[in-house]
């Protein structure tokens, strides 16, 4: 029997929009933790610029990255992009508990940790999100589960609210007045 181009169209886009995996849901949930560590990188931008000219340059291109990585891992999570996106993060988090514990050995406070407070815990925990999820959809590939419209949907509006309040936090100490600190 002959069935109608028409009905085939439909068929095939509504089942391509129920396919959701387990690996493109972590590789979203880690683009929205990318654009919340962005977002709070370049609001703190200009204070690390009128502390170090370097630290603001630093943060600027952090920021830039990260952004630029959750459009692609958004959309095409591929094998490198994943792993640069995990070594970036990684690094950035890294650097972090360096300059939170012993301090930096180079910039104009060398040696002396920077004050630790919840809004740079923020930020860490948002790379460490990135990590995590970039990992989980690296290591999982073709082996995704499939995960329903509404589990997806769950996990999203989550991860959303992570960042939102990630975000709010550290911009709302931003604003305070309160910017880099050097002990």
């Not at 958004?74 to 508990?97: D, K």
């Not at 050995?105 to 923020?122: K, L, M, N, Q, S």
């Not at 690296?138 to 992570?162: E, K, T, Y």
């Amino acid at each position: 029997c002959f069935e109608p181009p028409r009905l085939v169209t439909i068929g095939a886009v509504k089942a391509k929009a129920e396919v959701q995996t387990d690996s493109a849901l972590a590789a979203r949930c880690a683009a929205i933790a990318s654009v919340g560590a962005g977002l709070i990188h370049f609001a703190v931008m200009p204070s690390h610029w009128l502390g170090w000219w370097a630290a603001g340059l630093f943060f600027a291109a952090i920021a830039v990255f990260q952004l630029m990585w959750a459009y692609l891992a958004w959309s095409r999570p591929r094998t490198l992009l994943l792993a640069a996106g995990i070594a970036v993060n990684a690094g950035v988090a890294s650097l972090w508990v360096a300059s939170s514990t012993v301090g930096l050995p180079f910039g104009p406070h060398a040696g002396g940790p920077e004050t630790v407070d919840a809004a740079g815990i923020c930020s860490l925990l948002l790379e460490c999100y990135v990590v995590m999820g970039a990992a989980w959809a690296w290591f999982r590939g073709d082996r995704a589960a499939p995960v329903s419209g509404i589990g997806s949907a769950l996990v999203l509006i989550s991860a959303n609210a992570v960042v939102a309040v990630a975000v709010v936090v550290r911009l709302a100490w931003t604003l305070q007045g309160h910017g880099p600190h050097h002990g």
